[in-house]
Each structure stands twice: as structure tokens, then as C-alpha cells.
């Protein structure tokens, strides 16, 4: 039963005052601002806030379950779940956010699994060990602070999703960077609750695109079903795409067979090679999204307008906004937008660029970017293709100081946290590698099949294939570590993955 069928709105405060819950507190304080804003209606924020009562009250109720120093492994974390009819992957979702309140700490025990010639050495998870601090919650303030926090520090992936889902329209995030009206600004901390830099439970993740039980470890593409290549039958579509235009062709089935109402993606502004996040409305617009787009770009900001209609929606994204999606969905707080998202469509992404910084690498081409066609990213190098034919290239390490700061501490290649992942890494020029990850995905790509939009070939038929995205992944990730041990160094903030 929800909490909004045994309390009345009235006593909530008080609970959450003896709760100490900061975040109910907050917005309940808040209710006039966040009405007046216009970004919720009150039934909405209504039910934001009882949903919010309702994954605190059980939080802090695993917080006494804990206060028992026999409860602290997995074994007991799995009674407590059965007790209260929860998956463990909630539980430890609730762990997660109780370590991120500095309350308890959790480590993850592994063992050794020998290797032979032909495996080499591994490990495999075995137990939990959570340890509460002896500290009173009411002197723990306030972890759910602005994601001012995460801009400051150079950890923002630019994904949108804090704009996207802000109760008083207080921030913005253009070109990679964000900036908040303090003014505004509530100190809800629903941003920070939401961003994929603040925390992410990435175990968590992975086992619910797994739909697991057990805390396993994953390949360095994350979980997936199947794993194949692809290019699009669709003519309009293969004339004007980047590789294989399995991107597109999913928009294309999606809205042909009135499966969604409208996608969020991204196209060129006005300025060129500067893209700008797209609400599509109907299977013509897709073809204004075609083509990689290498300038950061915040498509989740655009989530602020779905609240007051009830459209389906498909998000095309890169990993950070999969990830962002999918915390959301793990923390359902009951953000009416958030809820309608039927389809995540990831797409691989290796680094992004500011627009400033995309200039330059023009200037180092010797090209003005109104000249520029077409962009690409591939075997280390890259590509710039031009009006007149030219193919101009420039090795990335030339290059990798001009990426974004902020995107040294992303280690997600292949969009983990989506439905369906789409590249171009281990497919043949003019085809995607596509890996499968959900059932949603699964059913999505059998239907390009069955309706004869798409052909497709098993990943592990196709050179380079498989071993060639695991290795560029897994150079991602090393390289991510070695950013994250450098601001752990230096004692700056760095996201708790
Ligand atoms: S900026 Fe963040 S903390 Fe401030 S009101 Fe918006 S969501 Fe809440
Ligand atoms: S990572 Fe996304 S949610 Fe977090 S601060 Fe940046 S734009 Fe906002
Ligand atoms: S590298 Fe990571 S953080 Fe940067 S844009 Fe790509 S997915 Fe987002």
C-alpha cells in the first residue's frame, strides 16, 4: 500500500521532520515556489512527493535494520529485501544512496578465480561488508546539495537531465556547461539526485538490465543479450546516415507503427556543427537527426516540456544521458516525464567536444567549418569530409587535449544503461555494430526484421566485431580510472561510481 493511502498530506512534514529527512522537508517548504513555477501541476507534485516519502520511509527503515550489527552481509541485505517484498537490487539501491549520505559504508568482497592458458585469472563477488557509522543522521547535511557542485568540479557530462527535471526552471546547461540562478534555486537537490556524476549505482544498473539477483561482473560492454550488425533497407535513411542508419530506422519503426508519439534526439542548429536537442514529432523529422554529432549537447533538458502531456516517448542519447535515464528509473521519485519514456536508444560515444574546441580542430585542418560535411571518428583518428570532396584527418591523440575535461571521468563507451546500443566500433564501414540489451530492445530489433527495414548479420560473423569494441571499451574505462585516481590525488571531487 502507498504512503499516500495511510497519511494525510498534513502529517507528512512532521514525519519528515522526525524522519530528518532533508529532501521531504525541502520540497514541502517549497510547495508555493514549485507551483508558481508552472513546471508541475499539484497533483504532480503531489505524487512526486508522496513517491519521495515513500523510498525515504523504507531507506531509513533499512538504516535501523542495519543499526544490528548481524545484518551488515548480503545474505541479511536479501532477508530484509524478502521481508519487505522488494528486490535486492531496491535494497541496494537504498545502500547506495545511505553511503552517498556518509551513514554507512559498503564494500564488495571478491574472490580469486584461478585462471588457465586459455582464461585469464578473474574474480567473482562474495559477500557485502556494510558497516554503519556511529553518527546521528541529523548532523549529516546536506548531501543532496545543487549539481553547482558537479559543474565547479569539472564533472558534468552535459546530459540536460538536472534542467530537465528542475521543479523551479532554475538551471540551464548549453555547450557542456552548466549555470544555476541562485536566486531560484529551492536546494531540492532533485538534480543532484538524478545526475549520473553525483552517484551511480553502476552494480545496480547492470542488474537491472540484467534483471539479476546477484552481483556479478559484467564485460567491459556491460550486460547484453545479443550483439549483431546492421545497416538500414530504408533508401532515405541510407543516403544521408553515418554508418548503417540502425539509429534512424528504429525512429522510423517506432513512429510508423504508432508505437511512440514523439523522440528526443538531436540536429544542427542554425550555427554549423553546433547541434541543439530536437523533439521529433512524426518519421519526417528523422531526417534532420541524421549523422554524428561530436559537440556536446544536453538532449534531456527538453524533458521539462512532456510533463503536462501524455506522450510516449523514445530518447536518443549518448551513455551519460542512458545512465542519467536509468538512475531515474531506479530512484522512481514519480517525475511525470520521466515515466513516459518507453524506448532508450544509446548510442556510443568516446569523448565529446565544446563547440570552441570543434572550431579549433578546424583551424588545425585548415578548414572554416562552414565547409564542413561530414565528421567521423575512427581507427584513432579524426575525420573531417568537405563540401568540395576533401577528406582531411588528424590523429586524436593531437587532439585529446581539446575534449571536454568533463568527460575524462566517463567510462561507458557502448551506452550500458540502454535499451539497444548502437556504433560504429566492430562493424564493416557502412554497417552498426548493434548490441541488444533489454527485452524492450530485443522486441524493438526483431520487428526492423520482421519488417524487412534492416539486414543483419550476428556480430560474431563480422570483422573486427566483438574483440575490437572490448578493447576500445576497455581502454575508455582504464583511462577513466586513471582520471578518477588523479582527482582522488588531488583531493577534488570525483563521481562515486
Ligand atoms: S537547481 Fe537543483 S536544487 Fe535547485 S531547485 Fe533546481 S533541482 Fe532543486
Ligand atoms: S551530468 Fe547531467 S544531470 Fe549532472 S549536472 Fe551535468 S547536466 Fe546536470
Ligand atoms: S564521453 Fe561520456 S560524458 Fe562525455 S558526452 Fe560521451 S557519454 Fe557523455
Known amino acids: 500500500m502507498s504512503s499516500e493511502l495511510k497519511i494525510s498530506k498534513e502529517g507528512l512534514k512532521d514525519i519528515a521532520v522526525t524522519l530528518d529527512s532533508y529532501r521531504i522537508r525541502v520540497l514541502v517548504d517549497a510547495k508555493q515556489e514549485i507551483l508558481d513555477s508552472g513546471i508541475y501541476n499539484e497533483e504532480q507534485y503531489d505524487q512526486m512527493l508522496f513517491k519521495m516519502f515513500d523510498e525515504e520511509l523504507l531507506k531509513y527503515k533499512l538504516l535501523n535494520y542495519l543499526s544490528n550489527p548481524d545484518s551488515n552481509n548480503f545474505k541479511t541485505i536479501k532477508k530484509f529485501s524478502d521481508s519487505n517484498s522488494i528486490e535486492i537490487r531496491k535494497t541496494l539501491s537504498l545502500l547506495e544512496l545511505l553511503r552517498n549520505e556518509n551513514l554507512i559504508e559498503v564494500n564488495k568482497i571478491y574472490d580469486t578465480v ?36 558537479i559543474f565547479e568540479t569539472h564533472n558534468c557530462s552535459g546530459c540536460g537531465l538536472c534542467v530537465g527535471i528542475c521543479p523551479v526552471n532554475c538551471l540551464e546547461v548549453y555547450n557542456g556547461f552548466g549555470k544555476i540562478d541562485e536566486d531560484k534555486c529551492i536546494k531540492c537537490g532533485l538534480c543532484y539526485f538524478v545526475c549520473p556524476r553525483s552517484y551511480l549505482p553502476v552494480s545496480v544498473l547492470n542488474m537491472t538490465q540484467d534483471k539479476s539477483s546477484e552481483i556479478k561482473n559484467y564485460s567491459q560492454v556491460g550486460h547484453y543479450l545479443e550483439a549483431y550488425s546492421a545497416r538500414t533497407k530504408l533508401n532515405d535513411i541510407a543516403k544521408v546516415c553515418q554508418d548503417g542508419g540502425i539509429t534512424s530506422t528504429c525512429l522510423h519503426y517506432l513512429f510508423d507503427s504508432k508505437m511512440i508519439d514523439l523522440a528526443i534526439g538531436a540536429k544542427m542548429s542554425n550555427t554549423p556543427w553546433r547541434p541543439e536537442p530536437i523533439i521529433l514529432q512524426s518519421k519526417e ?14 538532449n534531456l533538458k527538453v524533458l521539462r516540456e512532456f510533463n503536462n502531456n501524455q506522450s510516449i516517448l523514445a530518447v536518443v542519447g549518448v551513455p551519460c544521458m542512458m545512465q542519467a535515464l536509468l538512475k531515474s528509473a531506479v530512484y522512481n521519485i514519480g517525475i511525470p516525464s520521466l515515466n513516459q519514456i518507453k524506448y532508450r536508444i544509446g548510442i556510443f560515444c568516446m569523448e565529446s567536444f565544446s ?87 530485443k522486441e524493438l530489433y526483431s520487428k526492423l526484421i520482421k519488417n524487412d ?22 581502454s575508455k574505462r582504464n583511462k577513466c580510472t586513471k582520471h578518477i585516481d588523479k582527482k582522488k590525488d588531488e583531493n577534488v571531487r570525483f563521481p562515486r561510481y
Open 114 to 149: 584461478e585462471g588457465d592458458e586459455k582464461t585469464p585469472e578473474s574474480t567473482s563477488f562474495k559477500d557485502l561488508v556494510i558497516e554503519k557509522y556511529n553518527v546521528d543522521p541529523s548532523k549529516v547535511k546536506s548531501v543532496y546539495e545543487p549539481v553547482k557542485t
Open 285 to 298: 523529422d528523422i531526417l534532420l537527426t541524421a549523422g554524428t554529432k561530436y559537440v556536446n549537447n544536453p
Open 355 to 441: 563547440y570552441e574546441s570543434l572550431l579549433k580542430i578546424c583551424e588545425i585542418l585548415k578548414v572554416n567549418v562552414n565547409d564542413v560535411k561530414k565528421t567521423d571518428i575512427n581507427k584513432g583518428k579524426f575525420f573531417v569530409y568537405t563540401n568540395s570532396g576533401e577528406e582531411l584527418t588528424v590523429p586524436i591523440k593531437e587532439i585529446g587535449n581539446l575534449a571536454r575535461e568533463d568527460c575524462e571521468v566517463c567510462f561507458d563507451l557502448t551506452s550500458e544503461s540502454a535499451d539497444i546500443s548502437i556504433g560504429s566500433i566492430g562493424s564493416p564501414s557502412g554497417w552498426n555494430t548493434v548490441l541488444i540489451r533489454t527485452e524492450t530492445g
Open 453 to 474: 527495414l534492416i539486414e543483419s548479420k550476428a556480430l560474431a560473423d563480422v570483422k573486427p566485431g566483438l574483440p575490437l569494441l572490448e578493447r576500445i571499451a576497455t
